[in-house]
């Protein structure tokens, strides 16, 4: 399989070929030309209309609730099936699923129980994360996991950090992402009038400067989730420049709203944890994630149905939404296609790898035959009709992002989109 065009890795731009090998899923070569001649087990080029168009290694969303676990109970939110359609709609081709399900993966047993559903069901590659709770301990193979360090969905939380510090212990050296919260501050303000109120950014801050903390004295791989604060940005940008190994994710709805859009009819659908933040906070998230203080857009997947949300729930999906929202960035914001390449497929691939038997995020030799194929210039309205995830909405509805997903290719087979 031969695909050639504009080939937008971290690190350079050039116009080239790619050679899929269709019997293992891998790229055999990349040409600095517009051809090249096929190989063995190379059985054809594949004439993909890509004038116009940007081919990035395929993208990587590093934090997707698919809602299936041995119990059973989420999957008429959403599983592995409905969740992998909704990722290559979306540009998507790998991900990392979350663990606060009814059932958590806290152990061998468990994760593998979860694991043999994602393998029968899931039609990408999909990595779990495991939980952290009261009491659980590493897994006696490498795996990524997750601390939710207060109560948000699911029973995997802390209510001090004397009890996350007692949970991280266990986890030495290991591959941490924590959800930032300060239990205590929310206990104060759990009576408070809004969501917004409930969850102020002074949790998140909190938990950031002790997770940050943590991370040091546990020589942990650590990763923060949904950075959605200005005073959390530069506190991990100054962490950074004093050598601290940590990472920060960036999720879609930080960037695109802020709390002056918030209002009687769309604030159900906005509702997340953490909160939709000021202004001021929405461009801090925004610039850290350009400069490249946060590394990763990560959406947060985390489908709710409609009536769920009219209720109080927290959470919206964004995986079909994920390539177009990156054409938003370069649109309205002055990100470059390789600021694309770096935090939507090089950062977030170097992460995956690290659990995966195959290579995501770059164009090269060895790496996994999968693309994300983005015409910047064919403008896509978000509609709930042409939605893939299972709840059928999405907070972008009735959105008009400037350019969309053309083509989706995973490990050598495609998916057109457009």
Known sequence: ????????????????????????????????????????????????????????PSFTDLHVHAREDVSGKDLYKEDFKTASEAALHGGVTQFVEMPNNPVPPVDDSSYAAKEKLKDAHALIPVVLYAGIGKGTKPLSRKVPYKIFMAHSVGDLFFNSFEDIEAA?????????????????????????????????????????????????????????????TKKGVEMIRAAKIHGAHVTAEAAPHHMFFDATMLNEKNHPWLQINPPIRSAEDRAAVIEGLKDGTLDYLATDHSPNTKEEKMKGANGMPHLDTYGSFATWLMSEHG????????????????????????????????????????????????????????????????????????????????????
């Open 1 to 56: 399989m031969n695909i050639s065009g504009h080939i937008v890795n971290h690190d350079e731009e050039f116009d080239g070929t790619i050679v899929i090998n269709e019997q293992t899923g891998l790229i055999e070569d990349v040409s600095y030309k517009s051809q090249v001649t096929s190989k063995k087990g190379v059985t054809r080029d594949l004439l993909l209309d890509t004038s116009g168009c940007l081919i990035f």
């Open 168 to 228: 991280i212990a266990k986890y030495v050296g290991q591959a941490v992402t924590f959800h930032c919260d300060d239990p205590e501050i929310l206990e104060k303000n759990k009576n408070q009038p809004t969501h917004e109120l409930r969850r102020p950014p002074e949790a998140e801050i909190s938990a950031i400067d002790f997770a940050l903390k943590l991370i040091a004295k546990y020589n942990l791989t650590g990763k923060l989730c949904h950075i959605s």
């Open 335 to 418: 990100f470059t296609p390789r600021d694309i390449a770096r935090v939507c497929s090089f950062n977030p691939g170097a992460y995956i790898n690290q659990f995966s038997n195959k290579k995501f995020g770059n164009i090269e030799k060895g790496y996994a035959g999968s693309l994300t194929i983005i015409d910047p210039k064919k403008s896509w309205t978000v509609r709930d009709a042409d939605l893939k995830t299972k709840v059928g909405w999405s907070p972008f509805t009735d959105t008009t992002f400037p350019g969309s997903v053309k083509f989706t290719i995973s490990l050598g087979r495609v998916y057109p989109q457009a």
